[in-house]
């Protein structure tokens, strides 16, 4: 916001007197008691309302109510011309162009950012007297507020930043809260899977006994796998053996049997065929025997050589 022109009509000292403003810094000097701080004060009141009552700057030789006019120029190119009088009704008549909206006090204060009197003088508008005394002025407003107020529109928005910041702020992170806020919820996950990886983290002592148990669980297995092969070896000689169990008896019986044969005088004409089938009879028990024999010895070497070269 820029001050293009203020227009006096009854204030102090100054009477029916215009001072015009290019929108650049502007100087204002004169003799002592020549009105610059009583231009000052009719700048701050102008802006934020004049004192109802007791107001050092109404003289009694003076005719006319207290008021001025001023044309204010903002950075979104609009021009507010208004005026402000000593007064409890209609004390702010304005327009704000180029819309031509009517602007009353409540309109006025808005276009100010909503900022305060005591703000403007500590902050932007202060005479040589409260500038050497900045420091004390500075407690009301701080060296931030004043280097950024003006930036964000008025020190009132940039308070109300300052406010929406510290909510945001507080949505974000509350050092009492353990639950709500975003980064509390955060801090507590990072704990939680922290705890976790704590948890899930082998020492490196832990690491070689467990590689030391799984080594020997390797070779436990190796050796229950070698002696389950030799079992199964075993298993199926023992199973051959049984099967040739069977033709050997029957082998055995049959030769027992031609042994005990003598042939009588009685002996029938078909004799000699009954002789003769029954040895081909032994010879097939024979060669059945035989084969099953050499079973049993191919068993026997399939065993040895298992022995001697278990891998």
């Not at 051959?240 to 082998?251: D, F, G, N, Q, Y």
Request: glycine share 6%.
């Amino acid at each position: 916001m820029k001050i293009r022109q203020i227009e006096i009509e009854n204030y102090g000292v100054f009477r029916d007197q215009t001072f015009d403003f290019d929108g650049r810094i502007a100087l204002v000097y004169g003799p002592n008691e020549a009105g610059k701080s009583t231009l000052l004060q009719l700048i701050r009141e102008l802006l934020f309302g004049f004192k109802s009552s007791n107001h050092p700057y109404v003289f009694s030789d003076h005719q006319g109510e207290l008021a001025a006019t001023a044309v204010l120029d903002f950075t979104d190119g609009a021009q507010l011309r208004f005026r402000r009088r000593k007064g409890r009704k209609n004390e702010v008549v304005g327009l704000l162009s180029p819309h031509d909206r009517e602007i009353d006090a409540h309109g006025l204060s808005g276009l100010l950012g909503h900022a305060e009197q005591s703000t403007y003088e500590h902050v932007f508008g202060f005479s040589l007297k409260e500038l050497a005394a900045a420091d004390e002025s500075l407690k009301h407003a701080n060296l931030t507020e004043a280097l950024f107020g003006g930036g964000l529109g008025g020190l009132a928005n940039f308070q109300s930043v300052q406010r929406q910041f510290k909510d945001d702020a507080e949505k974000l992170y509350n050092p009492r809260a353990r639950k709500g806020p975003v980064i509390n919820q955060t801090q507590a996950q990072i704990k939680a899977l922290a705890s976790e990886l704590r948890d899930a983290m082998v020492k490196p002592a832990d690491y070689g006994k467990l590689l030391k148990q799984s080594e020997a669980r390797q070779e436990q297995i190796s050796d229950r796998k070698a002696s389950l092969r030799e079992l199964q070896t075993e298993a199926a000689k023992v199973q051959r053996l049984a099967r040739a169990c069977e033709p050997w008896k029957h082998a055995v019986a049959a030769q027992h049997e031609l042994e005990t044969i003598s042939v009588p005088s009685e002996m029938p004409s078909d004799g000699a065929t009954q002789l003769a089938r029954l040895k081909e009879r032994q010879h097939e028990t024979d060669q059945e025997l035989a084969e099953f024999e050499q079973e049993l010895r191919e068993a026997q070497l399939e065993l040895e050589a298992l022995q001697l070269a278990p891998e």
